[in-house]
């Protein structure tokens, strides 16, 4: 079971340069969301989805962006990298609100 | 917003010893969840609580959902090599909505064979 996949797994950024963070997901779920995840801290979240079309702001949005054209697909877009971007993200879904599913991660550098 | 406290932060515990970690929070939650997370991995979702005094166990893992609906309570009964990870508490409040859900910043578990 493919579950939550999200793509790269690791990428090294420059500063200024752009990329999209892949993020599919099998379960036919409606909600996905996008965390990132700093060193000692628990996950924030960036942006989230509660069905196909329709996306709302998280708690850290700035210098993102997401779209949902289709239930699977949940893309997170770095339009100017930062260093303070620099971060493990997640991208998760769930049928619900409650019992949210991950996927691996995707370690991002920005130098 | 809300505020979760995870403790402890970290855990240096023998092969065989039970584990005990918990969450509080600053309001009264509906839900609470425990995640694990091996290095390099995703958080697994391991067990949801959504009722208080909820108390539910998923093979040596154990937890409860407390009676002021304000903690959780995790329990890792007879802890193996494979139980190394980071713990999360995630909790979600009243009238949270798909963004209502608060994470811990997790127990570091560690065991020494």
């Known amino acids: 079971n493919a579950g939550v996949t999200q793509t790269p797994k690791f990428r090294i950024l420059k500063i200024g340069q752009s990329m999209t963070l892949q993020c599919t997901q099998d379960?036919?779920?409606?909600?996905m969301y996008w965390y990132r995840q700093d060193p000692g801290m628990g996950l924030k979240l960036i942006y989230y989805?509660?069905?196909?079309?329709?996306?709302d702001k998280g708690e850290v949005p700035n210098g993102y962006n997401v779209s949902r054209s289709t239930t699977e697909d949940f893309p997170l877009r770095l339009e100017l990298a930062a260093p303070s971007q620099t971060s493990v993200y997640f991208c998760?879904?769930?049928?619900?609100?409650?019992?949210?599913?991950f996927g691996e991660g995707s370690w991002l550098t920005v130098v | 917003g809300q505020q979760l406290n995870q403790s402890p932060q970290s855990m240096f515990i023998q092969e065989g010893e039970d584990v005990s970690m918990n969450c509080t929070s600053s309001?009264?939650?509906?839900?609470w969840l425990w995640y694990k997370q091996d290095p390099g991995e995703g958080p697994v979702l391991l067990i949801a609580?959504?009722?208080?005094?909820e108390l539910t166990s998923n093979g040596r893992l154990t937890a409860q959902f407390g009676i002021t609906r304000k903690d959780s309570f995790l329990n890792i009964s007879a802890s193996i090599p494979s139980d190394v990870g980071i713990y999360f508490c995630?909790?979600?409040?009243?009238?949270?909505?798909?963004?209502?859900?608060?994470f811990g910043k997790g127990t570091h578990l560690i065991i020494q064979p």
């Open positions: 998760a879904s769930s049928m619900t609100e409650n019992t949210i599913y």
């Open positions: 379960m036919n779920h409606n909600y």
């Open positions: 989805s509660v069905g196909a079309g329709i996306t």
């Open positions: 309001s009264i939650f509906n839900t």
């Open positions: 609580l959504y009722k208080a005094g």
């Open positions: 995630a909790g979600r409040g009243e009238g949270g909505g798909a963004d209502g859900l608060t």
